[in-house]
């Protein structure tokens, strides 16, 4: 039982440039986030999914697309990464509605230069 | 104003200290989270409160709910336990909102 895991941990892009963080969970949860964490802020929520093929945008989500093809996988895309989205990325899942807690993933270091 | 204030920002201790790290926050909420994160890592959630008290090992939390206030305690601290602290609230919209989190240092 992995729980949340999230690939790759680490990646350096170039402006312009685009790739796709891989969010994965074995718990069977309906809901799945994707957070961005900087210095001297909280989380922000960009997008969030509240069940296979559904998404929906967060307080942060210019920039960046989504997808939830299969219930287990939350993808996260940059089409064309900016020195803005340097950040490092949180994915998170929850079981429901009805449940509070919510289990987060190890996190990716993205630095676009 | 943010909805989620924690106190203090940064914070050092020598080992064997107690520590109380404070959140408020000014929004309705069902749910308050403290969570874990160590230098580099991920987040683990350390309690869950939607009210009273919770304690787990050396870790104490609690809640006011008419104050709008909860409290993370640590007694005995140990270098281990340096790491950032967040305090994340579910509101009554669903909606998780976090604190911009405590930098804890305990030093031998």
């Known amino acids: 039982n992995a729980g949340v895991t999230q690939t790759p941990k680490f990646r350096v892009l170039k402006t312009g440039q685009s790739m796709t963080l891989l969010c994965a969970q074995d718990m069977n949860h309906e809901y799945m986030y994707w957070y961005r964490q900087d210095p001297g802020m909280g989380l922000r929520l960009i997008h969030y999914s509240v069940g296979e093929g559904t998404t929906a945008k967060g307080e942060v989500p210019d920039g960046y697309n989504v997808s939830r093809l299969k219930k287990q996988n939350f993808l996260l895309g940059l089409e064309s990464a900016a020195p803005s989205q340097t950040s490092v990325y949180f994915c998170?899942?929850?079981?429901?509605?009805?449940?509070?807690?919510?289990?987060f993933g190890p996190g990716t270091r993205l630095t676009v230069l | 104003k943010n909805e989620v204030e924690q106190s203090p920002q940064n914070l050092t201790a020598q080992e064997g200290e107690f520590i109380t790290i404070n959140c408020s926050y000014s929004?309705?909420?069902?749910?308050l989270h403290w969570l874990q994160q160590h230098p580099g890592g991920g987040i683990v959630s350390l309690f869950m409160l939607s009210s009273g008290k919770k304690k787990h090992g050396r870790l104490i939390a609690t809640i006011n709910i008419q104050e709008k206030h909860s409290s993370l305690h640590i007694t005995a601290s140990h270098p281990r336990d340096s790491a950032v602290y967040i305090c994340?609230?579910?509101?009554?919209?669903?909606?998780?909102?976090f604190g911009t989190g405590t930098r804890l240092q305990v030093f031998p």
């Open positions: 929004v309705g909420i069902s749910a």
């Open positions: 998170a899942s929850r079981a429901g509605i009805s449940y509070n807690e919510q289990f």
């Open positions: 994340a609230v579910r509101s009554n919209t669903d909606k998780l909102i």
